[in-house]
């Protein structure tokens, strides 16, 4: 149990489908991210969150659109997904000004059918 | 992007033997960390490195930031069945700073088997 939480761990969606992923830390942490992790390849930053404000967008296709409405909670809002985009989306929480010490959440595996 | 080579990709060892497993980069570092994944869980951190030639210890693993800061190392002594899983390294760029603070990158990880 690292303190981060991730809702649900498991979800399947059509290509038309909504859907929304949940990041929650209980670590008094005041940055979020976001990461995309596919097999054989290294995870990938999507988003970074400072005080609630979004400080990276790594390039991420509109499709995926994260809100962060406080330094606790973080989401991840998923619509018109491809197959391509089925990962395992991992969330971390750190110290703004220890920021390469990020504590994990246990992902949400996602696959688009 | 920056990229890190991580080796070896996988391992297979006795328990009771030794690791050590590596990462580099073309480019210049100013943190490493490692991290270890178990299945089903999200990665874990064990051990983070701030200067070039630091050398730290974290129960039966250690690890050290290379002095050309463009690679590190981890190893594991007397491994148990426990230390299966991936282990990772990350890194942050040098020329990655200002708001970029925490853009992590990767490597692909190295798959650990240990056989009781």
């Known amino acids: 149990e690292t303190g981060v939480t991730q809702t649900p761990r498991h979800l399947v969606m059509g290509m038309t489908n909504k859907k929304s992923l949940k990041c929650e830390q209980h670590?008094?942490?005041?940055?979020m991210y976001w990461y995309k992790q596919s097999a054989k390849k290294p995870l990938e930053l999507m988003f970074v969150y400072n005080f609630k404000e979004q400080t990276e967008n790594n390039s991420v296709p509109s499709r995926f659109s994260p809100e962060c409405p406080n330094s606790s909670h973080l989401f991840l809002h998923l619509h018109t997904l491809q197959p391509e985009d089925s990962a395992l989306y991992l969330c971390?929480?750190?110290?703004?000004?220890?920021?390469?010490?990020?504590?994990f959440g246990p992902g949400t595996r996602l696959t688009v059918l | 992007g920056q990229q890190l080579n991580q080796s070896p990709q996988s391992m297979f060892i006795q328990e009771g033997e030794d690791v050590s497993m590596n990462c580099t980069s073309s480019?210049?570092?100013?943190?490493w960390l490692w991290y270890k994944q178990d299945p089903g869980e999200g990665p874990v951190l064990l051990i983070a490195l701030y200067k070039a030639g630091e050398l730290t210890s974290n129960g039966r693993l250690t690890a050290q930031f290379g002095i050309t800061r463009k690679d590190s190392f981890l190893n594991i002594s007397a491994s148990i069945p426990s230390d299966v899983g991936i282990y990772f390294c990350a890194g942050q760029p040098l020329n990655a700073g200002g708001t970029s603070y925490g853009k992590l990158t990767f490597g692909q990880g190295t798959i650990l088997t240990v056989h009781p």
């Open positions: 971390a929480s750190s110290q703004v000004n220890r920021a390469n010490e990020q504590f």
């Open positions: 670590l008094g942490h005041n940055a």
């Open positions: 480019s210049i570092f100013n943190t």
